[in-house]
Nanobody, 126 residues
Framework: QVQLVESGGGLVQAGVSLRLSCAASGRTSSNNVMAWFRQAPRKEREFVGGIRWSDGTARYADSVKGRFTISRDNAKNTVDLQMGSLKPEDTAVYYC???????????????????WGQGTQVTVSS
């Protein structure tokens, strides 16, 4: 089992930056891919970005490409999401997810992930 705990959410104004962190514990050696998803009210959960644990290969949704950056710290078992130039449409609950199975790419569908955090709210005001 893997436990994921997100932190760093909050209420911010449009245009600023915010950093989310996901701390993994438990059988973290089985993690191959870590990702961030988000879910806005009345919308489906969507992929934000992800990173392969082994080599740091990252993938981003088009909506955040160039504004968000994912990084990992293997020693601390953490994955961060640095969000820049935030927009009101970035408002959502952000979830950290982990995938155990090895993958040559970073999957973008929620069904590909085995473990989930509880989520952290990010609200961007205009």
């Amino acid at each position: 089992q893997v436990q994921l705990v997100e932190s760093g959410g909050g209420l911010v104004q449009a245009g600023v930056s915010l950093r989310l962190s996901c701390a993994a514990s438990g059988r973290t050696s089985s993690n191959n891919v870590m990702a961030w998803f988000r879910q806005a009210p009345r919308k489906e959960r969507e992929f934000v970005g992800g990173i392969r644990w082994s080599d740091g290969t990252a993938r981003y949704a088009d909506s955040v490409k160039g504004r968000f950056t994912i990084s990992r710290d293997n020693a601390k078992n953490t994955v961060d999401l640095q969000m820049g130039s935030l927009k009101p449409e970035d408002t959502a609950v952000y979830y950290c997810a982990a995938r155990s199975a090895w993958s040559i790419w970073v999957p973008s569908t929620s069904q590909e992930y085995d473990y989930w955090g509880q989520g952290t709210q990010v609200t961007v005001s205009s």
